[in-house]
């Protein structure tokens, strides 16, 4: 057995390992974890394309597909390790003593810092840019938190040559070992001793609903509850509406297409969900949509457990009364699994039957057939919360529902226009979160750099002399960052007084 | 009977009108917002001092403390409003297109949009300043939420005033009834029932732990979790260290005392826990200390409950073996309650204690007296988390005893150098919060305009054209307010491609 489950006792010292490093990595400067996180991405970056043969042997995701995300994952350290250098994440903040105040105004000065070991538990869909040294690992190396990954067993192979890379990157760093550590473990005691640890100081998590919420209420259950970020999927609404669809049904539908079926669908912001108004347009569409879905090839999924529910959750979900299936996949495959589908309801199927608001992890979506707008106004109020939200309409549509939109916006975490779902930009504007059970924490992201926040506190210096506040606070501001002083926002030194 | 607990059913309406009044409020401008808070401070000073002697018939604390807490909450209010309408909270972030990218980079912005109805449980120490409109529920209004007040039992008609204040705010501000709710009850079943209502979308509350804890839980049981930022509480520890005491303990001591009994000891920052090492100089403070804690006079406490569960947990904490009482008021009082004292106890007697690290709400304080800079460091590491920590030393102290300092900020919120801790200033840089069991999550402020991200969650516009987009992130950038563009921070407008 090469990856064998951790015990307890190994999970123990383990975190005693990263509480003794979390004291040591907390101190260093900015500047050297940005550079323990680009020597992570040019460890990665050294393991050449050996890292892609083994991680498409492991996953089925073919090597084209992972060289985008083994690109992304280095661009991610990369722009992190940027962002936490700028150190506008650190939310500094200075209020000046205002000695002749009665009472005396003191000297307050705030900034953000480590909460101590974060846990990540990757995803089997990406097993870069989500995963080992994914989007969570980063954001807590650029917070100044120790990372415990736990491998996904999906993909164990590749999380170890990739903690190789980190494990390079701490020596060369001289970093206390502790900073990484990687846990291997199939049975749900290893992940639920890795939660319950008092050592263990968050956590993030991205997969299954049913995954995530467990770790969500092990986390709560604790004598000191952690906050947990988990993104925990979403069908991802689009919304047709009537002018756009009149004046580009087809454009829409080989765009959609595309969407539902990109990656065999394994995405989490796949569009699940595809809600219109009844009427020639919407005809239109779904005969385009069905043409170019009937095109699309099946193709083996990540793994079995994977390919299976797909099957078993898309049968169950096309069963449903009233659920009319409108096309699959004609192309004829040996081995096939994740066969592309789509299928219809009326809104009042929909309504009625939560069945269908449940995600189907694949190439499939639902297209839900509205008499009326409001109507469609109901079907967006029984939704849950979603990471992602799309309307698709000409600038008169937005005019003339705007109601509607207006109701999808309060449910989603991303709302794009005339786009699709599928496709997570990483950049400081993005937010890849939303409402329960979308994720956990609406309030945080897990991708682009705001989502260092998720791992990082407030604490506030009260009073202290110059020389004994850390760099980021100091009156000469040394390291050049964005501050707010006295509610302004400013690179200027404090003036001593 | 003129405070009846609400009903489920009336706690069902009140929160329809308040998700109703959600669509609208979150609609308004952040000028707007912030002249509807403006209006709630000018409508609580048009109350005048008639509000004064209720509260003080109510509280037991006397007026000129209450004038001070007035002056605080209207102060909270318009600098919140300041806050709101200046947008830094915003976290406006703009990543402008890249279309020849290969793929195309779409337009991405985001920014913080409110949660929803949010429900506030005030204190009943601070009948103003964290109650019906003090700083969550201005947090909230800021934010776009609207607010749902529990009042707190024990300062009822001070609470219907302000909420009278509040409604003709309301209104004057042309902005829909439902906007701002008050609630009373008694029972465990209105709070519950509140908590567990679907439109309930997040919760500040400070108080107790047993009570903060109640509502986490409830919270998390719910089908959709929602936030809550409870405020429970801590003993608020301060280090001596020995340089300081040998020049400076009877200054220390005098300024202790005071902070010891302030308001009766009825602050969540008072200091229940004095750390230092044997010799001379604590020698020298206890015994100043205590001279000046038998001058300090018992007074009224809150209400009889916080005045038995003084007594009777003072008396716990002191009738434990090996604590020694070292003082207690001599002065003579009838109907005395609230009795200034301190007591004394080994490291050892204290590590082995769990009692004794509990909060005792009221104007007393335990001495634990170490023998070593080790002990010391096992007193700090066996500490829950705090709201603040105090370090009285000189500056060869801070070199000589780094490693514990070091230890202590790990576990606080608010790190107050050679001060005390009681008084937590209105500022942006104040961070009132702190670790578990301090409040129930580190990463937000219940003091300050940044408790306004208390109540707000990202969203993420993808490829919207600029007339569709909220003003806040609109090019010509009409709000005037600081925003990340492409990774820099920035008021400029943005140059149309």
Redesign the interface.
């Known amino acids: 057995m090469k990856f064998q489950d951790a015990s307890i006792e190994e999970i123990d010292i383990v975190m005693q390992e990263s509480w003794t490093a979390f004291?040591k990595y907390?101190?260093i400067s900015l500047a050297q974890r940005a550079s323990f996180m680009r020597s992570i991405a040019e460890e990665i970056e050294a393991l050449g394309d050996e890292l892609l043969h083994i991680t498409s042997e492991e996953t089925n995701l073919p090597e084209p597909r992972l060289r985008v995300e083994r690109t992304r994952t280095l661009f991610q350290l990369k722009s992190y390790a940027?962002?936490c250098e700028?150190g506008?994440w650190l939310?500094a903040?200075?209020?000046t003593a205002i000695p002749d105040r009665n009472?005396p105004?003191?000297d307050?000065?705030?900034m953000l810092?480590p909460?101590g070991p974060v846990l990540v538990f990757g995803a089997s869909n990406f097993p870069y840019a989500y995963s080992t040294a994914g989007g969570d690992t980063a954001c807590a190396f650029a917070a100044g938190c120790p990372v415990i990954v736990k491998a996904h067993p999906a993909h164990a192979r590749t999380s170890e040559m990739i903690a190789g890379a980190i494990k390079k990157a701490v020596q060369k760093n001289n970093l206390p070992e502790g900073v990484f550590a990687h846990v291997y473990g199939t049975s749900f005691e290893v992940g639920k001793a890795l939660v319950m640890h008092p050592n263990t100081k968050a956590i993030g998590f991205t997969g299954s609903f049913q995954g995530g919420k467990s770790l969500?209420?092990w986390s709560?259950q604790r004598k000191?509850?952690?906050?947990v970020f988990a993104e925990m999927g979403s069908i991802n609404p689009v919304f047709l509406f009537p002018e756009k669809l009149q004046t580009s049904a087809g454009e829409v539908a080989k765009m959609y297409a595309a969407s539902i079926t990109l990656s065999v669908g394994q995405f989490c912001t796949n569009p699940g969900l595809i809600v219109s108004m009844e009427g020639n347009g919407l005809t239109e569409f779904i005969y385009e949509l069905s043409n170019e879905i009937k095109k699309v090839a099946p193709a083996k999924m990540l793994h079995a457990g994977i390919a299976s529910a797909y099957a078993e959750k898309r049968k169950l979900a096309m069963s449903q009364a009233d659920v009319e299936t409108i096309a699959v996949s004609e192309v004829e495959e040996i081995n096939a699994e994740g066969l592309p589908a789509i299928a219809s309801a009326t809104a009042q199927a929909f309504l009625s039957n939560p069945l269908l608001h449940q995600e189907v992890f694949g190439p499939y979506s639902l297209i839900v057939r509205c008499k009326s707008e409001e109507e469609m106004m109901q079907v967006v109020q029984q939704l849950?919360?979603q990471l992602t939200a799309t309307i698709v309409a000409t600038?008169n549509d937005?005019n003339l529902y705007g109601k509607v939109i207006?109701?999808v916006?309060?449910i989603?975490?991303?709302?794009?226009?005339?786009?699709v779902p599928t496709?997570v930009?990483v950049?400081?504007?993005?937010?890849h979160?939303g409402?329960?059970?979308a994720t956990?924490?609406?309030?945080f992201?897990s991708v682009g750099a705001?989502g260092i926040?998720?791992f990082?506190?407030?604490?506030?210096?009260?009073?202290?002399?110059n020389?004994?506040l850390p760099d980021e606070l100091k009156n000469e501001n040394p390291l050049n960052i964005?501050r707010?002083v006295n509610?302004q926002?400013s690179k200027n030194r404090i003036e001593e007084f």
């Not at 950049?427 to 937010?431: E, R």
């Not at 990082?456 to 002399?465: E, F, G, V």
């Open positions: 004291h907390r101190k940027d962002a700028r506008d939310e903040r200075i209020d009472p105004k003191p307050i000065r705030k810092i909460l969500f209420d709560n000191v509850p952690i906050p849950e919360g600038e937005v207006d109701a916006k309060n989603c975490g991303r709302f794009i226009y005339n786009g496709g930009e950049s400081l504007s993005m937010h979160g409402p329960f059970p956990t924490d609406s309030r992201t705001d926040k998720r990082a506190r407030p604490i506030c210096y009260q009073n202290w002399s020389d004994l964005w707010t509610d926002l």
